[in-house]
């Protein structure tokens, strides 16, 4: 049986590690905390593990910065950060896959030609770079938003590789003109065609990863292109925002994730759905997590459906 830990004892633990900035493993040793004790402060919730091998005291706001430290344990000086690792420098957790949180995916970097990568943190791959799609940050070298946005676009599931370039054109540093004509010079290369696809739809005014899926689910259901936070009158001169809609068919869909729209928050929205069905006479299709991804995903199904009977409301009241 396993004897208690108080949580003065947890602090005993803590105590030699660095409290302000990440570390690795074999900083951990050193520290006099090995892997039997990492594993349980990761347990108690007292420590993160943020890559393979590295980890932080738990309470630091991530930022871009911790982010860039992170990385700069284990990858080489000589390698460019590239897909969805770039992708998470840029915008976070966001630009993971749905739950790879709970995962530690291995650092993708490209390597010089002859360069063999052998700590077992990092998986390196051929990748054609300019001059151009390259940046320095903080001291390590990584594609920039829109070479990582047609990298992902090509190279992910499609759910994915759109989720992407949506969550990398929230940083608004690149059009969706230029995403566009940049994928241009990648004419036959894998995956170019899903790209080349999907790029013309992307919106930086996408709110979430799951948005984004949701907002492709209404793409292949035949609908027509949405607008992103569509503005609607809420009681009291405020605005309430529609995740993605036809303002003036006034239809739409919502995306009820787990992280804001859990218990506690029913209330507020059945309020927020009332309020846009009724006086607003939005029609409003709501989605769950199962309802967007896995085995028993019907959105697209649905979506095209309530598309269809409401067009024929439309017309009877017209």
């Not at 208690?4 to 050193?30: C, H, I, N, V, W």
């Not at 005291?57 to 930022?63: Q, T």
């Not at 749905?98 to 943190?121: I, K, Q, Y």
Request: proline share 7%; hydrophobic share 40%; charged share 30%.
């Amino acid at each position: 049986m396993t004897r208690p830990f108080s949580p003065g004892k947890l602090d005993d633990l803590m105590a030699p590690l660095p409290a302000d900035r990440p570390f690795t493993a074999a900083q951990a040793d050193e520290c006099g905390v090995g892997d039997g004790r990492r594993r349980l402060l990761l347990e108690r919730g007292r420590m993160e593990r943020r890559l393979p091998g590295v980890f932080h005291v738990a309470g630091l706001i991530d930022s871009l910065e911790l982010r860039l430290q992170c990385l700069e344990l284990v990858v080489p000086d000589d390698c460019v950060v590239t897909d969805r690792t770039a992708a998470w420098v840029w915008v976070g957790d966001r630009a993971l896959a749905p739950d790879e949180h709970l995962s530690t995916p291995l650092v993708s970097v490209f390597a010089p030609p002859g360069r063999r990568l052998r700590n077992g943190l990092t998986t390196s791959g051929e990748r054609m770079l300019l001059a151009k799609d390259v940046v320095e940050v903080g001291g390590l070298r990584l594609t920039t938003p829109l070479r990582t946005a047609c990298d992902l676009g090509r190279l992910l599931h499609p759910d994915q590789a759109f989720a992407a370039m949506d969550s990398l054109a929230t940083l608004r540093v690149f059009d969706v003109d230029e995403l566009v004509e940049e994928l241009g010079r990648f004419k036959g290369y894998r995956g170019i065609v899903q790209a080349r696809t999907w790029a013309p739809f992307v919106d930086p005014d996408s709110d979430s990863q799951f948005e984004t899926i949701g907002r492709r689910r209404w793409l292949t259901a035949g609908l027509p292109r949405p607008t992103c936070q569509c503005p609607v009158e809420a009681p009291y001169d405020g605005l309430y925002h529609v995740d993605f809609g036809l303002p003036d068919d006034r239809f739409g869909g919502e995306y009820f994730g787990e992280e804001f729209h859990g218990e506690d928050e029913e209330p507020h929205d059945d309020a927020r759905l009332v309020w846009l069905r009724g006086p607003q006479r939005w029609f409003i299709v709501v989605a769950r997590k199962h309802n967007v991804v896995g085995p028993h995903q019907d959105l697209e199904q649905t979506f095209r459906i309530e598309w269809e009977r409401h067009r024929a409301r439309s017309r009877l009241i017209a």
